[in-house]
Antibody, heavy 122, light 108 residues
Framework: QVQLVESGGGLVKPGGSLRLSCEASGFTFSDYYMNWIRQAPGRGLEWLSYITTSGGTVHYADSVKGRFTISRDNAKKSLYLQMNSLRADDSAVYYC???????????????WGKGATVTVSS | EIVLTQSPGTLSVSPGERATLSCRASQSVSSSYLAWYQQKPGQAPRLLIYGASSRATGIPDRFSGSGSGTDFTLTITRLEPEDFAVYYCQQYGSSPGYTFGQGTKLEI
């Protein structure tokens, strides 16, 4: 079935780095734009980043621009988020999500992973 | 940047009743860019509505979306116990990127 599975979360010290992965299955990964979204404990959803099918175009929220890098490997059906200079307020559950906009004229995220937890603490 | 404001913050209703959730944008939003999600505790969000009024695959017809411009509504009729959750609206902006409302908690 259509599925996204995140991995790579964990505990990291402030200023440290972490790389999240998101493996896709059940659909043609290379046909879809992809997103990263996070949710801090007890808070709402915050969109972080977006990447087009080839990886040629990426966009970031201001809160992570210059610190986080999104990338993808279509051969491995995988999406990545490299997170550097991590701060305590980056602690959250990080979700990857499939974007519907390339194949339709609508903007939404229709398939979500279960999330990976990142905790930034000394 | 367009800000989405959802109201109420918490809505208390009973099973079998109707719930009306509001999402107001600080500037006009294309209906094509407006979606609604449901999130239950410990779970990922689930897409309910896209294009302001189109139900996603597998979503029951008791969920409906409406609105245009700056005012959008998610209506849930005949509330079932499994509908009690947090609901988020989302828009795609010209920045570009997505923004979400702060959420409405639907409780019994």
């Amino acid at each position: 079935q259509v599925q996204l599975v995140e991995s790579g979360g964990g505990l990291v010290k402030p200023g440290g780095s972490l790389r999240l992965s998101c493996e896709a299955s059940g659909f043609t990964f290379s046909d879809y734009y992809m997103n990263w979204i996070r949710q801090a404990p007890g808070r709402g959803l915050e969109w972080l980043s977006y990447i087009t099918t080839s990886g040629g175009t990426v966009h970031y929220a201001d809160s992570v621009k210059g610190r986080f890098t999104i990338s993808r490997d279509n051969a491995k059906k995988s999406l990545y988020l490299q997170m550097n200079s991590l701060r305590a307020d980056d602690s959250a559950v990080y979700y990857c999500a499939r974007d519907g906009s390339r194949t339709t004229s609508y903007y939404y995220m229709d398939v979500w992973g279960k999330g990976a937890t990142v905790t930034v603490s000394s | 940047e367009i800000v989405l404001t959802q109201s109420p913050g918490t809505l208390s209703v009973s099973p079998g009743e109707r719930a009306t959730l509001s999402c107001r944008a600080s500037q006009s939003v294309s209906s094509s860019y407006l979606a609604w999600y449901q999130q239950k505790p410990g779970q990922a969000p689930r897409l309910l509505i896209y294009g302001a009024s189109s139900r996603a695959t597998g979503i029951p017809d008791r969920f409906s979306g409406s609105g245009s411009g700056t005012d959008f509504t998610l209506t849930i009729t005949r509330l079932e116990p499994e509908d009690f959750a947090v609901y988020y609206c989302q828009q795609y902006g010209s920045s570009p990127g997505y923004t979400f409302g702060q959420g409405t908690k639907l409780e019994i």
